[in-house]
């Protein structure tokens, strides 16, 4: 078990806070990185597929190129930007920007990957006007209130599926064969499409966004596991991957929690 915190890149923003444990895998192929552009904040968790090539890279590119991408916008159409027609298609574009990164590692579709879990939160002045959830694979997000944790999020997994016909219980999931197989991510050969949502938020809510090595372990009959209590914000993100390898989790763990103050 070792910290790998190069794979966590906060940039200093406002109320995020990330971890990232090795585990038991010879590397670390999972990325975090946040960003503020104007006032636009960007949590962002990529989970590189350790099945395929250069997973480690693909989800440090795609991570990348998703906030630059944004970057880009914000400087040349940031009025634009209050629409919520106009954000989805932006990041349904760079959602297919990203395939292209991925495919142009390793030369094809279908021989690297990586999930992408996105939180983007525009304010107006100190107030968040919008938060913004993209979302591909089976990464998590979930909203945090009361030591409660709702998901937001759907697996694009063979179990996910699983989960919506009604065949197996959510808790069921890390038991059941196929819960490692992908339906969508970054980089598939079908380049396929993310999950795009506003959010309504309110203010005594946080979000977690999580990788599968977090939350196979920690999401039971009762829901997710969190730390009970009240904790320093880190410690809360530090406690959840350290519980999470402690409950047998053999991949690389990471987690972002993020505090939206109005």
Known sequence: MSDSMDRVEIHGTNGMFGSSLTGKRDKDEDYIQCTAIKNVQIGILCDGMGGGRNGEIASKEVGSAFTKGIESILEKRSEEWKSEKYRHVVYAKLIRMCHSRVNSIVGAPGLSGTTLTALVVTYDGEAPAYVDLIHIGDSRCYSVRDNCAE?????????????????????????????????????????????????EFHSTHSYLLCCDGVWAPLHKKNGLWIPKG?????IFVD????????????????????????
């Open 151 to 199: 998901l937001l999020s759907s697996d694009h997994s063979v179990t996910g599926d699983m989960v919506k016909a009604g065949y197996i219980e959510m808790h069921e999931i890390s038991e059941t064969p196929g819960n490692n197989s992908l339906t969508r991510s970054i980089g598939d050969i079908n380049g396929s499409l993310a999950d795009i949502s506003t959010l």
């Open 230 to 234: 009240e904790h320093d914000n880190q």
């Open 239 to 262: 406690l959840l991957v350290n519980e999470a390898l402690n409950r047998g989790s053999s991949d690389n763990c990471s987690a972002l929690l993020i505090r939206i103050n109005p």
